[in-house]
C-alpha cells in the first residue's frame, strides 16, 4: 500500500482517519478507480460511503465526465425506471413528454448508485442488462440505446441476505460485487472517533465563532467506547449539539455531561453485532452479560458436581454402579446435550436464539445485574462467587418465569436449559411459581 497516496486522497477528499481497515478502503479505490470495473460499497449508514464513490471517479479517466449520485431508497417505486432509464411521451399516466434517463445524460461518466438493496426487481434487470453491454430502452419504448457509464454502488444491507431472500438478483449480485469496498463502522476505529471529534467541534467553533469545546479523560473515554449505531453521522451531529449547548460554560466537558448526549442504544440495533459483556457499558449487553451468565453459571454447576463425584471417587473408593446411581442427575444432564461448549462465544450464540422467545428489550434496567461486570466475579473470593453466582441463577430462572407466564417449557427453552433442569432447579431453589 503507498500511504503517501492514501494521505494525500484523505486530505483532498476531506477524510479524517487513520484507522487501518479505513485506509485499506481508500487503497483498495485508489487501485480500481484507473479500471472501469464496478464497485461495490459497503458499510452502515453513515460510515462515509459517498467519499469513495466521489474518490473513484475523481481519480479515473472519466474524471471530465459526469458524476451524479442516486439514491434509490427515495425514489417512489413507480418512478426510478423513468429516472434511470428515460420514458417515451405517453408511456404511463403524467408522462406528457419524453425525457431521458441518467444513464444517458451521464454517457461517459459515473453513476452512484446509493442503497441499492432498496432497487425494485424490475429496475435491477434493467440495471444488469446495462451492466453487461451498455444497453438499455427507455419505459414505452421498444428502441435499444447503448450508453458507457461506469457504476458504483453502495448499501448498508447484507445484499447477500436479500439474495436469499428473494429481493435481490443473485446475477445483479455478482456482476456489483467484482470489487466490494468495505468501510469499517465507527465504533471499530479506535482514536479516530476522537480525531473526528474535535474536528467536527473546531469546524463548529470557527463557523460560529466560539471557543472549541473540550473533554476530560473520563469523558474521551465514555466516547471511544460508545458503539455509534449511527457512525460518523451521528458523531457528527452529538458534537453539534453539545458545541452548541455546553461552550457558554466555557469549561471541560465531563463524562457526566457527555452521558446526557449519547443516547441509550437498543440491543435491536439491526447491523450491531453481538457485543460480549465489558465491551461497553451501555444497557444494550444486558441480555448478552446475561447470557454469559447463564453460561458461567452451568460451568460452575459442572465444575462443582465434577469435583464432588472426584471426591466421591477418592474418599470412598465406590465402585462405578454406586458412583453412576448416586450422581444419576449429573450423568442426565451429561447425557441430554445439556452440556455447554468449550467456546463461550458459541455458547452464548447457541444460546441467542432461545432467548429471543421472549423480548429482551423488556428487561428492566435496574434489575438487571448491570452493577456486576466479570471482573468482579474473577476477584470475589469462591464462596462469595458462588453464592451471588446462585443468587444471580435464581433471579434469572424467577424472571423467566414470569415473563413466560409460569410456563415452564418456555422459561426452559429462554434459559437454554432442558425442561428437566429448570425443575430440578426450581426444587433446588425453593422457587414459588404462584408469584
Ligand atoms: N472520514 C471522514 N472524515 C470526515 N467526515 C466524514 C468522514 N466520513 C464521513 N464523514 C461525514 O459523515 C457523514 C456521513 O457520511 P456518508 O458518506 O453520507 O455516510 P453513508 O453514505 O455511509 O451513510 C457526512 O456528513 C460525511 O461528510
Ligand atoms: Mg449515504
Redesign the pocket.
Known amino acids: 500500500m503507498n500511504l503517501k497516496e492514501v494521505q494525500s486522497v484523505?486530505q483532498r477528499f476531506?477524510?479524517?482517519?487513520n484507522a487501518p481497515g479505513?485506509n485499506y478502503a481508500i487503497n483498495v479505490a485508489i487501485q480500481v478507480a484507473a479500471t472501469d470495473l464496478t464497485v461495490l460499497i459497503t458499510?452502515?449508514?453513515?460510515?462515509?460511503?459517498?467519499?469513495f464513490s466521489k474518490i473513484i471517479h475523481s481519480l479515473s479517466s472519466r474524471k471530465h465526465g459526469q458524476f451524479i449520485a442516486i439514491n434509490c431508497g427515495a425514489i417512489p417505486e413507480g418512478t426510478i425506471d423513468s429516472e434511470l432509464f428515460g420514458h417515451e411521451k405517453g408511456s404511463f399516466t403524467g408522462a406528457v413528454d419524453q425525457r431521458k434517463g441518467y444513464f444517458e445524460t451521464t454517457n461517459g461518466g459515473t453513476i452512484f448508485l446509493?442503497e441499492i438493496g432498496e432497487m425494485p426487481m424490475g429496475t435491477q434487470a434493467r440495471l444488469l442488462r446495462v451492466l453487461e453491454n451498455g444497453e438499455f430502452i427507455r419505459v414505452g419504448s421498444s428502441k435499444v440505446q447503448k450508453t458507457d457509464v461506469r457504476v458504483v454502488a453502495?448499501t448498508?444491507v447484507n445484499l447477500l441476505a436479500a439474495v436469499e431472500q428473494g429481493k435481490f438478483r443473485e446475477d445483479l449480485y455478482y456482476r456489483l460485487n467484482t470489487v466490494p469496498i468495505f468501510?469499517p463502522p465507527l465504533r471499530d476505529r479506535g482514536e479516530?472517533i476522537e480525531l473526528?471529534f474535535r474536528?467536527?467541534t473546531t469546524d463548529f467553533a470557527e463557523r460560529y465563532r466560539i471557543n472549541p469545546i473540550q473533554l476530560s479523560e473520563a469523558a474521551k473515554l465514555m466516547l471511544l467506547r460508545y458503539p455509534f449505531p449511527g457512525?460518523?453521522?451521528q458523531l457528527?451531529n452529538i458534537a453539534e449539539q453539545i458545541s452548541i449547548l455546553e461552550s457558554e460554560s466555557n469549561k471541560v466537558i465531563e463524562a457526566e455531561t457527555l452521558t446526557k448526549y449519547l443516547p441509550a442504544v437498543s440491543s435491536q440495533t439491526p447491523q450491531a453485532p453481538m457485543v460480549l459483556p465489558g465491551a461497553y457499558s451501555d444497557n444494550n449487553s444486558f441480555s448478552e452479560r446475561e447470557l454469559l451468565y447463564k453460561v458461567l453459571f452451568d460451568m460452575r454447576r459442572d465444575m462443582n458436581d465434577l469435583k464432588r463425584l472426584v471426591l466421591d471417587v477418592l474418599k470412598n473408593e465406590q465402585d462405578g454402579h454406586e458412583i453412576l446411581k448416586n450422581n444419576k442427575e449429573l450423568f442426565e444432564t451429561l447425557q441430554s446435550g445439556d452440556l455447554i461448549p468449550a467456546d463461550p462465544e458459541k455458547a452464548v450464540a447457541r444460546l441467542l436464539p432461545a432467548s429471543n422467545l421472549i423480548d429482551v428489550d423488556d428487561y428492566d434496567a435496574s434489575d438487571a445485574p448491570s452493577e456486576v461486570t466479570v471482573e468482579d466475579i474473577t476477584h470475589e473470593t469462591e464462596e462469595d462467587d458462588s453464592l451471588s453466582l446462585e443468587k444471580k441463577e435464581k433471579e434469572m430462572i424467577v424472571k423467566a418465569l414470569r415473563r413466560s407466564n409460569n410456563k415452564r417449557k418456555y422459561a426452559a427453552q429462554a434459559l437454554g436449559i432442558s425442561e428437566r433442569t429448570l425443575y430440578r432447579k426450581i426444587k433446588q431453589y425453593q422457587i414459588d411459581e404462584e408469584d
Open positions: 484523505k476531506g477524510i479524517i482517519g479505513l458499510g452502515e449508514s453513515g460510515s462515509g460511503k459517498e467519499s446509493d453502495a448498508n468501510v479516530d473526528l474536528k467536527f457512525n460518523i453521522r457528527k
